[in-house]
T-cell receptor, first 115, second 109 residues
Framework: DTGVSQDPRHKITKRGQNVTFRCDPI?????LYWYRQTLGQGPEFLTY????????KSRLLSDRFSAERPKGSFSTLEIQRTEQGDSAMYLC?????????????FGPGTRLTVL | SQQGEEDPQALSIQEGGNATMNCSYK?????LQWYRQNSGRGLVHLIL?????REKHSGRLRVTLDTSKKSSSLLITASRAADTASYFC?????????FGTGTRLKVLA
């Protein structure tokens, strides 16, 4: 399977715990994106990387959130001291920088539930 | 924040009928895409229409784009029960996608 993969698919945690999600993009894609989707809403942009550089962070990304893409391949999204409001689907996408139309390919998402 | 708004928010039709949903957006775009999402699942790409295109077809899907009105429509013909899902439009400039609020489609058997 050469699509975008995310791990885990589901995560249940207690408030105050830290969680980390992983995204593996399509192998030749140099751009990687994180989005968050709450129930009944469309996905909202969180941050994106071009290779290993994090080029933009949304104001939705509080200081409890940190994303990395250390070698320009897979990425991790960590949430520290989780709150119930963090419960959402976290989606990762990747694209090719040279693509004229920036077609992004989405992974299946990680559903986070904070109790 | 979400740029797009979709209309209607929810739609129920009989199997075999046609379903039309609309998307409006606020700023200039590079392209517009439509995605389907089944309950609790990831996004499935349906169709991309470029800013210099006005209409595009793919199987039972027809998409139109009117950049002067900053709007797009998605028509699904001969609907099936399996088309029951949420449908989102997403616009993009240079990198990030901005999604609409979605239309929840229910196709009744």
């Amino acid at each position: 399977d050469t699509g975008v993969s995310q791990d885990p698919r589901h995560k249940i945690t207690k408030r105050g715990q830290n969680v980390t999600f992983r995204c593996d993009p399509i192998s030749e894609h140099n751009r990687l994106y994180w989005y968050r989707q709450t129930l009944g809403q469309g996905p909202e942009f969180l941050t994106y990387f071009q290779n290993e550089a994090q080029l933009e962070k949304s104001r939705l990304l509080s200081d409890r959130f940190s994303a990395e893409r250390p070698k320009g391949s897979f990425s991790t999204l960590e949430i520290q001291r989780t709150e119930q409001g963090d419960s959402a689907m976290y989606l990762c996408a990747s694209s090719l920088l040279d693509s004229s139309y920036n077609e992004q390919f989405f992974g299946p998402g990680t559903r986070l539930t904070v109790l | 924040s979400q740029q797009g708004e979709e209309d209607p928010q929810a739609l129920s039709i009989q199997e075999g009928g046609n379903a039309t949903m609309n998307c409006s957006y606020k700023t200039s775009i590079n392209n517009l895409q439509w995605y389907r999402q089944n309950s609790g699942r990831g996004l499935v790409h349906l169709i991309l229409i470029r800013s210099n295109e006005r209409e595009k077809h793919s199987g039972r899907l027809r998409v139109t784009l009117d950049t002067s009105k900053k709007s797009s429509s998605l028509l699904i013909t001969a609907s099936r029960a399996a088309d029951t899902a949420s449908y989102f439009c997403a616009t993009t400039g240079t990198y990030k996608y901005i999604f609409g609020t979605g239309t929840r489609l229910k196709v009744l058997a």
